[in-house]
């Protein structure tokens, strides 16, 4: 594949990308009000591990270390967007 | 919403980021070789930088600074891949 037409998938990639992280985010500022409203703590450190043992599981050998840093990082944004 | 279903529709939109993560550092693996091929030099700031700025711009306002924080992981990850 060429360099240009490999590029243009990548950039296709990241649109899908940029908006599935703008749904996520949403949905997790939904999650806070809802952990509001319940009392329950809104960091829950036993769900966080779990999303990154399945997601760095299902990456495969080679991509597990990039996928754990890609999902730790997704959890800490929301975290921060959830104390907003 | 109830906290159970906002988790799985948090879930499902992982799964999907998950497979597009894939996707994207295989297609960034495929880049460097091609840029290899081609003399040309691996990093190329102006292009991340145009990367970072429209994923910026097409978050909107209140999600910009962690849609550039996500992006530059993605691209930092990319590259220690496409080294490795």
């Not at 990548?10 to 908006?19: F, H, N, P, T």
């Not at 599935?20 to 939904?30: Q, T, V």
């Given at each position: 594949?060429?360099?240009?037409?490999?590029?243009?998938?990548?950039?296709?990639?990241?649109?899908?990308?940029?908006?599935?992280?703008?749904?996520?985010?949403?949905?997790?500022?939904?999650?806070?009000?809802?952990?509001?409203?319940?009392?329950?703590?809104l960091?829950?450190?036993?769900?966080?591990?779990?999303?990154l043992?399945?997601?760095?599981?299902?990456?495969?050998?080679?991509?597990?270390?990039?996928?754990?840093?890609?999902?730790?990082?997704?959890?800490?944004?929301?975290?921060?967007?959830?104390?907003?």
């Amino acid at each position: 594949m060429e360099l240009t037409e490999i590029r243009q998938q990548i950039d296709e990639i990241d649109g899908q990308i940029a908006r599935l992280f703008g749904a996520r985010m949403r949905l997790c500022a939904e999650a806070g009000a809802a952990k509001r409203q319940l009392g329950l703590p809104l960091y829950d450190p036993a769900r966080e591990e779990q999303i990154l043992a399945q997601r760095e599981r299902e990456a495969g050998a080679k991509l597990a270390p990039y996928a754990r840093r890609l999902f730790a990082l997704l959890l800490q944004l929301s975290k921060e967007y959830q104390g907003g």
